[in-house]
């Protein structure tokens, strides 16, 4: 029981803010998804309230907290006690952090997320609450890298001219996505500064020691949960 989780100093260094990237070294084989969240919930109790949504690859932004469990792949929180998290097993999970307002904000960027701005939408979120982007500091967590992410050319597609950066040649004639690389131009382009985006930059597919990973395991895998928040 209890969570294994990666961190990154800039987050762990900001006064009563608790953040996370779940590894698997502490489920139960066989754990069911709710298990898993339960057990998480549990480790988080002492800090606050840990609130997930319905993920559905859109770019929909929720303020927590709220009842049930709601459609969307972003939630912003500011109040103390109310954490936000994504659930993911190869998507990049995002945390947003503005320390002056002490707002944080959970994301959860899949290639679908990413065509659809979901990063850019979250940090708008924040700036319509008061945040100024000068102060936020985003952290990306642990995805698919470009190593493993084979995809198919209708994705080039899908991200256009401006997304040809993020794809790379493969070995076997199809492209690679580069899911972390486009969210970090993302972040850039919505003023947050090149030293205050911060990563664990590791892929999901090459540590099946460390994470789930749904491109290598399969849909049945399980899902890791990342969350951020000011604790009660
Ligand atoms: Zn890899």
Redesign the pocket.
Known sequence: MGVLFATVPALSALPGLVHGFEQRGRSEPGESREEGRARVRAALDRSGRLFLMRQVHGATVLDAPWEGTPEADAAVSGERGVLVGVATADCLPVLLVDPVRRVAAAVHAGWRGTVAFVVTRAVEALLARGSRPDDLVAALGPG??????EVGEELRDAFGPEGEDFFRAGPRGRPHLDVRAANTRQLRRAGVAAERIHHVDE?????PDLYYSYRRDGPGTGRMISFVGYRA
């Open positions: 698919i890298g470009p190593c493993c992410y892929c999901t597919a090459c540590h």
